[in-house]
């Protein structure tokens, strides 16, 4: 998409079908746009400190990249969205940001302090589909932390 008419940019003909890479840069492409639209990358520099900054993030997967140097940037006190296909990337970044996602490259960053940090755990929140631990908190002290 171009920012100047919010019209998808010709895409190359490869001879190919598109497939879910595809998908992943079109879906991301899209988004950073819509935040660009919205002025959202400038509370990447200057202005009141993000709740959530994100810079350069990557992420592999079964050695399949997900997440392609990704900047970011979640406004103090708004309510943000986060759609797209199967696939393109949501609950990694969603584990990148609660900091129980291994990331290749990139800092991720939540209240100023780095995720999955033991100081922020007080303050954040996080339900995921599957069980998921601390690994720097042995089986007791997990199970007393989940009942607290």
Do not use: W
Not at 51 to 66: D, E, H, N, Q, W
Not at 103 to 118: D, Q, S, T
């Amino acid at each position: 998409m171009t920012t100047a008419d919010q019209t998808p940019a010709p895409r190359k003909k490869t001879g190919r079908r598109p497939g879910p890479a595809d998908t992943r840069r079109t879906v991301l492409e899209a988004a950073r746009v819509e935040f660009a639209a919205r002025g959202y990358e400038n509370s990447l520099a200057g202005g009141p400190a993000p709740a959530i900054r994100i810079a350069g993030l990557t992420v592999t997967r079964g050695g399949r990249p997900v997440l392609h140097d990704l900047d970011l940037g979640v406004a103090t006190g708004s309510i943000t969205g986060l759609l797209g296909p199967s696939g393109c990337g949501k609950t990694t970044l969603l584990r990148s940001i609660v900091g129980v996602q291994k990331v290749a490259a990139g800092r991720v960053e939540v209240l100023g302090e780095p995720a999955g940090g033991a100081a922020l755990r007080h303050r954040v929140g996080y339900v995921t589909q599957a069980p998921s631990v601390y690994g720097d908190l042995l089986g007791a002290a997990t199970l007393r932390r989940r009942t607290a």
